[in-house]
């Protein structure tokens, strides 16, 4: 493979750059406007809106405790968090499906009827995009996008706890 020594390594300089890679990157930076362009639309601060996507897309039933973790938040602020989600009417607590001793959180209906809501304008224009693909096109472009996905994926799993100088003030 071109720019990548025998080792396996990349080579040293700047990133590989094609115009693909660049129109990807511009999408994941549009992605973060999305977000705050969401959290206005249903009058949320980023961090409530940013819970109510961890809870949405986890696969996993988060606690309070997780929720927290995720939004990089103390103890406290994610109780505080949840307390108003809860009073708002956005999530609802329940039971752990798998420790009834810990609740877990759950976007309510309406909760995630807001969030559709909020979000068709872009939903629609995404979807009016792809029909304009071939099928073809459309194989290639979710093929290319599940490869990026667990690109990314790896790089979030392989990422220290802590950033490098914590760590060196530790040791």
Do not use: C, K, W
């Not at 601060?45 to 997780?66: F, K, Q, R």
């Not at 039971?95 to 009827?113: A, I, K, M, Y």
């Amino acid at each position: 493979m071109e720019g990548v020594p025998s080792t396996g390594e990349p080579a040293p300089g700047p990133p590989p750059s094609s115009e693909t890679s660049r129109a990807l990157r511009e999408v994941l930076r549009t992605a973060g406007d999305t977000r705050a362009a969401l959290a206005r639309r249903l009058g949320l601060n980023s961090t409530d809106a940013a819970a109510i996507h961890h809870l949405i897309s986890s696969p996993e039933p988060l606690g309070p405790v997780e929720l927290g973790n995720r939004l990089g938040i103390r103890s406290a602020s994610a109780t505080t968090l949840v307390d108003r989600l809860v009073q708002a009417g956005h999530v609802a607590r329940a039971p752990h499906p798998h420790d009834r001793r810990r609740l877990s959180l759950q976007v309510t209906e309406s909760g995630v009827g807001e969030v559709l809501e909020a979000l068709r304008p872009m939903l629609v224009g995404v979807d009016r995009a792809v029909s304009r693909l071939t099928p073809e096109q459309a194989e290639a472009t979710t093929a290319f996008l599940r490869e990026v996905t667990e690109v990314m994926r790896e790089y979030v799993a392989t990422a220290p706890d802590e950033p490098p100088r914590a760590r060196a003030d530790r040791g």
